[in-house]
């Protein structure tokens, strides 16, 4: 069966928020290009054992063709770095969005405050929706035109059914506790960045901490984007993104 390209969202969207990327990509790239939900987002299902990232990636594994290519945005890269570890032979290539390997700040590693992830746990708690609209406004801090960033992937969120509540937990969880570094280093795929410089969420000292951690490991910044490099500077990411496929 023919290789594909495998696009994975973040923590609270779905897979709509890459229609405009997968538009451009399938009139460039030979190979076919398609999103796939994480399993409780975007109306796909949220079956009961699903307890942990391991179980996400089985999930998302079952879908997967030999020797796939994996773009995953922030949630989605710690997917597909765990997809290439476990599941070596679906994986051919990654390639890293506005994500970090280890999210949550470390004494030796550059990442978001753990204060920032348990309050966004608490307000999960009370208000899912409202968490996500301000985990929206974080995504696009910083863009020169985070307004209409917002707006963007409001609108595209909005074509698919509401995350479930679990696996919104779940993927919090995720954020919060998995160390991936180790998959980082020892992937014998090859492996990209695509970065935003102005990202609140994984600052830019962790380009190079990755770099050291895999020597293979290439990456590219786009200077005026933040967390969301694929709405808000779309032909350029799609430019950088054709250079890597």
């Not at 290539?93 to 590693?109: G, L, R």
């Amino acid at each position: 069966m023919q290789s594909e390209i495998v696009l994975l969202h973040g923590w609270g969207m779905n897979k709509q928020v890459w229609q405009l990327s997968i538009e451009q990509l399938q009139q460039v790239q030979p190979l076919p290009v398609r999103a796939i939900n994480l399993a409780g987002f975007g109306g796909a299902a949220f079956p009961e054992h699903c307890k942990s990232l391991d179980d996400l990636a089985d999930e998302i594994a079952t879908e997967l063709v030999d020797d796939s290519v994996l773009i995953g945005w922030s949630l989605g890269g710690l997917v597909a770095l765990n997809l290439a570890h476990r599941y070596p032979a679906k994986v051919a290539k990654v390639v890293m969005v506005a994500s970090n390997p280890c999210f949550v700040e470390q004494p030796d590693w550059p990442g978001i405050k753990p204060k920032v992830l348990a309050g966004f746990k608490q307000a999960l708690a009370d208000d899912s929706a409202k968490t996500i609209e301000r985990f929206l406004a974080i995504q696009a801090m910083g863009s020169e035109h985070a307004r209409d960033d917002i707006k963007q992937l409001r609108q595209l969120l909005a074509q698919l059914p509401a995350p479930h509540p679990e696996a919104l937990s779940l993927g919090l969880d995720a954020l919060n506790r998995c160390d991936y570094r180790a998959y980082f280093r020892e992937l014998t795929q090859p492996v990209f960045g695509l970065f935003g410089r102005l990202d609140a969420l994984v600052p830019g000292d962790v380009i190079e901490r990755m770099s050291a951690l895999n020597p293979h490991f290439k990456a590219f910044v786009l200077p005026k984007a933040s967390h969301a490099p694929f709405i808000s500077h779309k032909d350029e990411f799609v430019t950088h993104l054709k250079s890597i496929l």
